[in-house]
Each structure stands twice: as C-alpha cells, then as structure tokens.
C-alpha cells in the first residue's frame, strides 16, 4: 500500500544500501514532538524500517502488523515509495487491508520518531545480540529492522536497548524476519492476552481470522470400543467375593 505521507530523505546512516538519488515531491513530517507525546497503552507495539527496498516486504509486513496487533509502522528513505508508484496493483501483498487500520508513516529519523516510555530493540545479525528465543520483550516496544541489502546503522544499533537476532542458518527476508519476531513476541505473551484485537479465543478466534476458503477441521477421535469378551471379563471382576451367582439348571 502507499503511505498517506511521502517520506524525506534518509539521515540515518545506512550500511551497504544504495539510495537513489531521483527526486521526490515531499510533505512535512509529523514533528518528533508529536510522535513521542502520543497517547499509547500499557502494552504498544511499533515497528521501524531503515530505508525499505520492495512493495512486496512492506506489504507482508503491514499484513503481518494486522495480524499481530502493531500499533504503527514507520519507515526511512525513498526507495520504497518510488517501487511502489511503479506497480502498486503487482505488489499489493496486504489483502487484509491492514494498511487501512495501521499507519504507515515516511520519517527522516526513526529514532525521533519514538513514542515515550518506548524501548528501541534493533532486530538484525549483529555480532554480540541477544538470541530471540532468549529475549523477554518489554511491554512498549519500536522493533527496527535494517534493509533487504543492508543492516541498521551503527548509530542505532549505540542508542538501542537491546539488540537480537533470529538464530537461522543464513538469513531471512524482511517480512518474514518481522512475521517470526511479532510471532515470538505473541506466543511469550499469550498467557496475559486471551487474543490480539478481542475477548475471544480458541475455535471461535479461528472460525473469525480463517479465510472464507477454509472449513477443515481437526477430527476428534472416537474412544475405542471393548471387546465382548473384555466387558463380561469387567462385568465379572465387579462382583464380590460374597456375592451369590444363581445359575440356570
């Protein structure tokens, strides 16, 4: 999906990442004041992307942030925006439309971009991170994530938090990276929240969240039956000693 505001230029530092240099007609940014004074509940998701480089991850993302409950996405750079105004019906990956609920804002800074009270975690292969199934996630979180062909500057990484990493052999791809961090962060958490948006779970959070396609279900199974012989052998063993069997002559 295409942002509601046009993103300005990058002054994150950026590894290995080629910026293109085409201009883009930008609009004001919402100030670093408003987005660390905004109102956000005990628990808070955000997600940050360090310059993005395809529709596609972006809109796997914003479909991952429906799914896991993410309060906000923000992004850097112009390399997304200017793939999307090429072929935005090509990669539109968010068929739930959550980019309609969820806001996807450009930023010159993620790390001005912040909410108060907020912990920055950067998600990335970094030497000396933390692995994600050792890490305890903070209620108010801003997880960033570096770019398809780079990783998160070295100026983010000095003011994080924490850092982690997703211990696979080789590495994923951004949606995905994201999908698996929102996915550990839900299943931690699960004891406290019964569902991400509502009271219901089980069965009816399932028949709610499936696509229309889907009616399988798992089958119940039925409890074996005992053999006659087992259940006049049962029948016989429930008797007493003192009991007086009468018997037909």
Known sequence: MLPSVMPMTDNEQVTNT???STEVTS???PSAELASEQTIDASAVFIGLVN????????GIMRASGCYGVDGVFYTGRRYELAARSGAVQYHVDTKDAGERIPLTGVTSLLASIPADTKLICVDLVVGATPLPD???PAKAFYVFGPEDGTIGQEIIDKADAVVYVPTVGCMNLAASVNVLLYDRLAK???????IASNISGDELIRQSRDNNNRTRVKVPRAPRKPRHAEASSL???CSDDAIVITAA
């Open 135 to 137: 890490f305890v996630h």
């Open 236 to 238: 016989e063993s429930s």
């Open 189 to 195: 958490s699960h004891r406290e929240a019964a569902s």
């Open 27 to 29: 609009t004001e940014m």
């Open 52 to 59: 993005p480089k395809t529709p596609v991850n972006v809109g």
């Open 18 to 20: 080629a910026v293109t």
